[in-house]
């Protein structure tokens, strides 16, 4: 389908300034993948500008709800513009490099310290003879390589890319290798969360849960705070009873054990809520340690929710 403007309320920012931010709400029997298409909202080029938010309901052929989801307009080129889902309590920034032929880098900043969760890029031109290969770089760490295939390039091609990294950042730093030809710029997105939520600080870190030996991973504590939760998301079946133990200067923190079943599933999410000796100054180390009980070997990643005084 089309975007039905018919379906369309501007709740706040009509005929506004560009500077201003616009609030708009939606509903449309389209999946989140037509929406968030680019061009979907082309019929508003020139009234959607860069940070306005839709509220999108996505319902079925009946008008029964199916799920709603928030975009925000984070590309408005004159050639497309792109609605990209922002998840609740995500945020986003953006980059543009303006020459992807050349060896060129910018980079995405947000205010805050943010884990992210996926990045994107979209050229705005056109390239030949080998295809666009943009790296995303945080913390000096190379997490991934974006490439956009030049056989199909045109403006709005897009390429994606999970991010996988344990550690937060401000700054996401996007750069072109120079090996493609054409004529093209890229923008380029991340989204996340921050690090902190309603004065909690959460830090992660992953765990090797080994069969043959005893596995440590270490969270430092960049603030004065009480350690509320920790929270494992486990890779696989263990294959038998798993603990993740953790430390606060070598003291076990007092029901902050992470018992892992025989069994366990893929994707499953663990957690343990201490209740003393969770007490953590600022350089302070949160150790997690996973002692061998045989089985196999899975990954944990663990999540510390810190309360920050």
Same mark, same amino acid.
């Given at each position: 389908?089309?975007?039905?403007?018919?379906? =369309?309320?501007?709740?706040?920012?009509?005929?506004?300034?560009?500077?201003?931010?616009? !609030?708009?709400?939606?509903?449309?029997?389209?999946?989140?993948?037509?929406?968030?298409?680019?061009?979907?909202?082309?019929?508003?080029?020139?009234?959607?500008?860069?940070?306005?938010?839709?509220?999108?309901?996505?319902?079925?052929?009946?008008?029964?709800?199916?799920? *709603?989801?928030?975009?925000?307009?984070?590309?408005?080129?004159?050639?497309?513009?792109?609605?990209?889902?922002?998840?609740?309590? *995500?945020?986003?920034?953006?980059?543009?490099?303006?020459?992807?032929?050349?060896? *060129?880098?910018?980079?995405?900043?947000?205010?805050?310290?943010? /884990?992210?969760?996926?990045?994107?890029?979209?050229?705005?031109?056109?390239?030949?003879?080998?295809?666009?290969?943009?790296? /995303?770089?945080?913390?000096? *760490?190379?997490?991934?390589?974006?490439?956009?295939?030049?056989?199909?390039?045109?403006?709005?091609?897009?390429?994606? =890319?999970?991010?996988?990294?344990?550690?937060? $950042?401000?700054?996401?730093?996007?750069?072109?290798?120079?090996?493609?030809?054409?004529?093209?710029?890229?923008?380029?997105?991340?989204?996340?969360?921050?690090?902190?939520?309603?004065?909690?600080?959460?830090?992660?870190?992953?765990?090797?849960?080994?069969?043959?030996?005893?596995?440590?991973?270490?969270?430092?504590?960049?603030?004065?705070?009480?350690?509320?939760?920790?929270?494992?998301?486990?890779?696989?079946?263990?294959?038998?009873?798993?603990?993740?133990?953790?430390?606060?200067?070598?003291?076990?923190?007092?029901?902050?054990?992470?018992?892992?079943?025989?069994?366990?599933?893929?994707?499953?999410?663990?957690?343990? $809520?201490?209740?003393?000796?969770?007490? /953590?100054?600022?350089?302070?180390? /949160?150790?997690?340690?996973?002692?061998?009980?045989?089985?196999?070997?899975?990954?944990?990643?663990? $999540?510390? !929710?810190?309360?920050?005084?």
């Amino acid at each position: 389908m089309a975007l039905d403007i018919t379906n =369309l309320t501007v709740i706040r920012g009509q005929d506004k300034p560009e500077a201003v931010q616009g !609030y708009l709400a939606y509903r449309t029997e389209d999946d989140e993948t037509t929406v968030s298409g680019v061009n979907y909202f082309g019929k508003l080029q020139h009234k959607l500008f860069k940070g306005d938010e839709i509220w999108v309901q996505h319902v079925d052929a009946d008008g029964e709800l199916k799920g *709603e989801h928030r975009y925000m307009i984070a590309i408005d080129d004159e050639d497309f513009i792109v609605a990209y889902p922002v998840a609740p309590g *995500e945020m986003i920034a953006t980059a543009y490099i303006e020459d992807i032929t050349e060896v *060129e880098q910018d980079t995405s900043v947000f205010n805050e310290k943010v /884990l992210a969760d996926k990045a994107t890029v979209y050229l705005d031109g056109t390239i030949d003879t080998s295809d666009a290969n943009i790296a /995303l770089t945080i913390n000096g *760490e190379t997490i991934g390589t974006m490439t956009v295939p030049h056989t199909a390039s045109e403006p709005g091609s897009s390429s994606s =890319l999970s991010v996988s990294t344990m550690h937060p $950042s401000t700054s996401y730093i996007f750069g072109s290798d120079g090996t493609c030809a054409g004529t093209s710029g890229a923008y380029c997105i991340v989204v996340g969360k921050p690090v902190v939520i309603d004065s909690v600080y959460i830090q992660q870190e992953n765990i090797t849960i080994d069969d043959t030996a005893a596995q440590t991973a270490y969270i430092n504590a960049p603030i004065n705070g009480k350690l509320l939760k920790l929270q494992a998301t486990i890779d696989g079946d263990p294959g038998a009873e798993k603990t993740i133990v953790a430390k606060i200067d070598g003291t076990n923190v007092a029901n902050g054990t992470i018992t892992v079943p025989n069994g366990t599933a893929a994707g499953t999410v663990i957690s343990a $809520s201490p209740t003393a000796d969770n007490i /953590l100054d600022a350089g302070d180390t /949160l150790e997690l340690s996973a002692p061998d009980t045989g089985g196999n070997t899975v990954e944990a990643y663990v $999540s510390a !929710y810190i309360k920050i005084d």
